[in-house]
């Protein structure tokens, strides 16, 4: 293969969106019940990964 058929093979082509539009949509998501419940399920997600504290153990009785 020559160079410049090696450039040609590995090109990127790129997608351009447009950002109005794109922060109209995140709006739209952000504002909906499921995100809310997203929110909510990342904090009992949390929960469930924080560190657990020891128990103190009872004093004995002398």
Do not use: C, H, W
Not at 47 to 60: G, H, I, N, Q, V
């Amino acid at each position: 293969m020559s160079e410049t058929n090696q450039t040609d093979a590995f090109q990127l082509n790129g997608v351009r969106y447009s950002l109005p539009q794109l922060l109209r949509e995140v709006k739209l998501e952000r504002e909906a019940p499921a995100f809310a419940m997203e929110k909510l399920d990342q904090v009992e997600i949390g929960k469930l990964f924080s560190k657990k504290r020891p128990r103190r153990a009872l004093k004995a009785e002398k």
